[in-house]
């Protein structure tokens, strides 16, 4: 195993997942504050699944969005 590879595509992967996500997220606020379907002050579970079916991996992360 290259390491150097490793840990590149590891960070590569992880911050596409961290921009993609906070894109999506960002905009489903957006369009839920312009459609009257929540205040701005609400708090949200979050769940954040992670799968490497080549390596049996699932791992879920569980945490909360705050608008306010």
Not at 9 to 33: D, N, P, T
Not at 46 to 51: D, I, K, N, P, V
Not at 56 to 68: A, P, S
Request: net charge negative.
């Amino acid at each position: 195993m290259d390491d150097e590879v490793f840990n590149l595509s590891l960070r590569k992967f992880l911050k596409m997942v961290g921009v993609s996500s906070q894109r999506e997220i960002e905009q489903a606020v957006a369009r839920a504050l312009q459609e009257g379907g929540i205040q701005g002050n609400e708090s949200f579970p979050a769940t954040m699944t992670l799968e490497i079916a080549g390596l049996k991996l699932r791992t879920v992360f569980d945490g909360e969005i705050r608008l306010q």
